[in-house]
Every structure is written in C-alpha cells, then in structure tokens.
C-alpha cells in the first residue's frame, strides 16, 4: 500500500494499454483495486491469466487474476475513487464523454497521456472536476511470452527506462496515495512546463520510429544524435517565441540538451549516462505503432510545434518533413522505414 495505514484507493485505468496496464498491475500488486477498462484482445488474456511486470533494473512481479478486475463495460468508472485516463489523443473525447456519463464527480482524474492538448479537452468536457496532467517519463513495450507456435502464453509488460511520473499539484496528496514500490509518483506546481520538456523528449518518437533500430542503439549514433539535436534546437526556439519556459525531464537544462546530443560519442556517453539508462531493445511508442500498423500521435507531437511555430512566426521545416516522413509510412502499412540519418 502507498502510505502505512492509509485506506486502498479504488482505480480505474481509462484505457488499458501497456502504460495503463504496468501502472494498474503495480497498483494492484500494492493492494489497490484497480479495474481495467480497455479492449478485449488486450484484457481477454489478463483476466484469465493475470500478467507479468518487468524493468530494465530487474522489476519481475506477477499480478494474478484475481487482483485486477478487466472490462470493456464503462460502467466500472462508477466505481472509481480515481480515474486515469491512458487512451491515444484520439480517444480522448470519446473517453471524456464515458467519464462524465459514469464517474463519480468526486473522483480526480489524472491524464497520463502524451501532448498538451487532452487535459485542456478533458477539462472543457468535465467541468467542476478534479482533472490534472500529468506525466509519464518512462517507456513500457508488451512483454507477451510465446509458445512455439506463436501463441501468447502469459501476457506481460516491460518498463524499458527510467523515470518517476509528475502530477499536477492538487488537493488530496494523490502523488503519496498512489506512490507504490516500483512506481514512485511526485507533484508539481508547474505541470506544464514538466510537460513541454517532455513533450521535447517525445519529439524523438518519430525520429526513433523512422530510424527503425532501438532507442539505445540510436542514442549510441551520432549522426541520429544530431538529427535529435537540430529537431529539439528548432523546438525549443518556437518555445522561446512563445514564452514558454520548459521543465526539462532530466538533470540537464532543456536548452543544454541538444549541445550535449552534438557531443563526440566518449563524451555523450559520460555526460549523458542517465540518457542510457535504457532498455537495449526499447523502441519508442511511435514505432510500436508503426509495427502494428495504427495511426501515430504525431500531430500531438511534431504538430504541436508546427502550429505554435506558426502562430509566433517561427519556421519549423524539421518537424514539417517529420510529420510528412511518418504519415507516409502510416499510409504504407509496411512497418518501419528504417531510414537513415541523412535522408531526414
């Protein structure tokens, strides 16, 4: 439990991908009630078979069926003490709508998701309520153990770096209700910021998707490291413009980043070495996409600094030719490009 003594919260995971689902498991394994809503084909094998929990720093916990509760029915928000929200950018509306018709208005509603768009919606469509941002640093992949024909034989999921998520500050000092072992939860004033210098980290989704190797490998490359750089560079001027002061997500200013991203690789590897901490076959979650042929969030990403660039005035030709580059490959259907540094 997160604090000794201190009453289960009952938890209900608006979205169970592999973030919901790590989070919820961990929750779960802490004595919290936690209910899965989601798809099917992600809950089906969960509920029958509970799931495995793993990290890059030796995490293995296994959650059974019966310490998770897995449902496709909204209903469950009903329940809810908390809800996170963990849909794509695209489901946001649809799940605010299922939020409002079936949650309890007391319940605070955390968005654990990318961009800087879905609290602003979930705000517009839940007023009067308790809904925060949030941020999730770390990276988590399915982990589906297989039999030799294929066959999944025990679901599971893999956080493949490293992090502590960030929640608005707010009444009720959720960050220590839900702090759990294995998943340390903190609170900011300045939530905001904490997510423009996420969202700069994020931009390399899209990089890391059409370079098709691992997020480790691709951080051990120099000239992806430059192309990481540059992106970020012109980023953090359409920031400026705007007067926006990011928080940056590691121990380095955010304006440092791409000047240590530029570094000869002995010298990234000793600055740098937090940026390595990573799991050797991670792949970002735009790449996942790509793999499993669904439609990305680059528009929450790249496109965000597009349309801010446009609105101040700044030129933003990097992401311009990013968004292209991955709306071609969504259309392709062919997996990762596997592109090189210099054709970006």
């Known amino acids: ?33 936690v209910a899965l809503l989601g798809r099917v084909r992600v809950l089906a094998p969960i509920s029958h078979q ?3 929990l793993t990290d890059y720093a030796g995490l293995e916990t296994h959650v059974t069926p019966q310490q998770l509760y897995c449902s496709e029915d909204p209903v469950v928000l009903a329940g809810a003490d908390l809800v996170i929200v963990a849909v794509k950018s695209s489901g946001t509306a649809a799940m605010g709508q ?9 319940a605070p509603v955390l968005s654990f998701q990318n961009a800087m768009t879905n609290v602003v919606l979930l705000r517009q469509m839940l007023p009067g309520r308790d809904v925060r941002a949030a941020m999730v640093p770390f990276n988590v992949i399915p982990a589906n ?4 024909a294929g066959h999944s034989t025990q679901p599971g999921f893999h956080r493949a770096s490293s992090g502590d998520i960030v929640i608005e500050a707010g009444p009720g000092h959720w960050h220590r209700r839900i702090s759990v072992p294995g998943l340390a939860v903190v609170e900011s ?3 905001e910021g904490v997510q423009w210098g996420k969202l700069l980290i994020n931009l390399n989704n899209a990089l890391n998707a059409l370079s098709g190797i691992p997020l480790a490998a691709q951080l051990k490359s120099l000239a992806w490291r430059r192309v990481m750089a540059d992106q970020m560079a012109e980023a953090l001027r359409v920031l400026q413009a705007a007067g926006i002061d990011p928080v940056s997500t590691t121990p380095l200013p955010a304006w440092m980043t791409p000047h240590i991203l530029r570094l000869p690789d002995w010298a990234f590897s000793r600055v740098a070495a937090k940026m390595l901490t990573i799991d050797p076959t991670a792949r970002s979650s735009m790449a996942q996409d790509l793999m499993l042929g669904r439609v990305t969030e680059v ?9 801010l660039g446009k609105a101040h005035g700044v030129e933003t030709p990097i992401c311009d030719v990013v968004i292209l580059l991955i709306r071609q490959a969504e259309m392709k259907q062919a997996g990762l490009p596997k592109m090189e540094p210099g054709q970006i």
């Open 1 to 33: 439990m997160s604090e000794q003594g201190a009453k289960p919260q009952r938890i209900v995971i608006a979205g169970a991908g592999a973030i919901g689902c790590f989070c919820g498991g961990l929750w779960a394994a802490a004595g919290h009630p």
């Open 50 to 52: 509970g799931m495995d």
């Open 98 to 106: 299922l939020i409002a018709q079936h949650a309890p208005p007391t």
């Open 145 to 148: 153990l297989r039999d030799d």
């Open 189 to 191: 004033p300045d939530i």
């Open 299 to 307: 528009e929450a990403l790249q496109g965000e600094i597009q349309r």
